[in-house]
């Protein structure tokens, strides 16, 4: 079976750096998305990697292992403002996206 | 710039009656198109998707159905809605020119059966 693996909730400290990882287990593998959610709110386009390596933009950056079906979201300089869900998905053989239950960030001051 | 919207933003509805839930997307042409359902604590699963106008294909066999009247128009419909049916509803668009590529998610419908 198709499996994403996601911590369910993480703290971290305001101005600090959290790691949020994502492993999987895929039929076949398309691509690897990150998106932010807000309570109540949509999700929201983080990152995508393709290849292996490290993929950064400003604050966030997202990092591939395919070798080893593994992920992770890197987020710098904490903000209040990213305390939220972060989901991630694997894009399959077929291009159906297989999503992860979320990881629920906690920020605090 | 590419927009999509859906709507009723939140809706109570009680067993047995029907829903309909409608998705627009703006700003581009031929989009493929999706319907996920968000259960708390759970990933996004993805109910149906359309590559074009009347191609729809299903993931989960339930009470649900969806439609695509129209290249940008995808609506999620009900006949008589269960319990299980309460979630919160996602309508989302990706370039159908491409294999792959990010999803645009609409504000997501919240949908409570009593």
């Known amino acids: 079976g198709q499996n994403i693996d996601q911590p369910t909730e993480m703290t971290a400290t305001e101005g600090a750096i959290v790691q949020i990882n994502c492993t999987y287990q895929?039929?076949?593998?398309?691509?690897l998305f990150w998106y932010q959610q807000h309570a109540g709110e949509a999700p929201t386009f983080l990152s995508y990697n393709v290849l292996d390596g490290l993929e950064e933009k400003g604050r966030f950056s997202s990092f591939l292992s395919r070798s080893k079906g593994y992920s992770y979201l890197l987020l710098k300089e904490l903000q209040m403002k990213d305390s939220a869900s972060y989901l991630c998905a694997v894009e399959d053989s077929n291009y159906q996206l297989i999503w992860g239950a979320g990881t629920k960030l906690i920020i605090k001051p | 710039s590419q927009t999509i919207h859906q709507w009723p933003a939140t809706l109570v509805q009680p067993v047995g009656s029907p829903l309909s839930l409608e998705c627009t997307v703006e700003g581009t042409s031929n989009p493929n198109l999706y319907w996920y359902r968000q259960a708390a604590g759970r990933g996004l699963q993805l109910l149906f998707y359309s590559v074009g106008i009347g191609q729809i294909s299903s993931e989960v066999p339930q009470n649900l159905s969806a439609s695509r009247p129209q290249d940008r128009q995808f609506i999620l419909s009900s006949k008589k809605l269960l319990l299980s049916d309460s979630g919160f509803y996602l309508c989302?668009?990706?370039?159908?020119?491409?294999?792959?590529?990010?999803?645009?998610f609409g504000e997501g419908s919240r949908l409570t059966v009593l």
């Open positions: 895929t039929s076949g593998f398309n691509g």
């Open positions: 989302a668009w990706r370039d159908g020119g491409r294999d792959t590529g990010e999803l645009f």
